[in-house]
């Protein structure tokens, strides 16, 4: 079964330091990844995502993630932190066998202080 | 670019009525999803279409029926709400396998 799982709930750091968001998944095969974000009363909005080929792939508003197969993980990465980086973050994955379905984790809450 | 509406932006019903979501996307896409958002989690899959007329469920089907009569329209019906359904509900669209899916700016459900 395919699974996304982000452990961290909520992440606070202060404004100029550096982010990093973990999320890992299960999947069998070759996967596909992306990151979304959503601020506070807003919908999702696309940062970035891996299909295939180079693993560390940049996005948008400066975020950058890696694709590490050997530990099944796709981390979020930024710096420096802004406090308009305040938000939730989702992980998606999806698979590589046709289906357009994808599998959200959780999400994890960042809070960025000034 | 393009944009995803969705209509009523807030639904307030009954417990037991049958409730409707509308979903319009101006992008051309040829998928279209359903998501139901609950207070602080993740986002669950209820039903998707990639096509006019197809329909696919997800992993949160029971309870709610789905239409795809035209590709730019998707609606979403809560066949009978429940007090626990209170929740946002997200359409989203793309193209189709692996590409990025674009979200609209949800529905907020309330059952009394």
């Known amino acids: 079964a395919q699974s996304v799982d982000q452990p961290d709930a909520h992440v606070t750091l202060s404004e100029g330091a550096s982010l990093e968001l973990r999320c890992s998944y299960s999947?069998?095969?070759?996967?596909?990844l992306f990151w979304y974000v959503q601020y506070p009363g807003q919908s999702l909005q696309f940062l970035l995502k891996y299909i295939t080929g180079d693993t560390v792939v940049k996005g948008t508003k400066g975020f950058e993630a890696e694709f590490r197969k050997s530990n099944s993980s796709f981390n979020l990465k930024k710096s420096p932190a802004h406090w308009s980086d305040s938000a939730k973050y989702f992980c998606?994955?999806?698979?590589?066998?046709?289906?357009?379905?994808?599998?959200f984790g959780e999400g994890t809450k960042l809070t960025v202080s000034s | 670019g393009g944009i995803i509406t969705q209509t009523p932006k807030f639904l307030i019903g009954q417990e037991g009525q049958k409730l409707t979501l509308k979903c319009q996307q101006n992008?051309?896409?040829?998928?279209m999803y359903w998501y139901r958002q609950d207070s602080g989690k993740g986002l669950r899959l209820i039903y998707y279409s990639i096509t006019e007329n197809d329909l696919q469920k997800g992993d949160l089907s029971e309870g709610y029926d789905a239409s795809r009569e035209k590709k730019s329209s998707f609606s979403l019906t809560v066949t009978s709400a429940q007090k626990n359904e209170m929740a946002v509900f997200l359409c989203a669209s793309n193209t189709g396998y692996q590409d990025t899916q674009y979200f609209g700016p949800g529905t907020r459900l309330l059952v009394l």
């Open positions: 999947y069998s095969a070759a996967p596909y």
């Open positions: 998606a994955l999806g698979n590589q066998g046709g289906s357009a379905k994808l599998i």
């Open positions: 992008f051309n896409h040829d998928t």
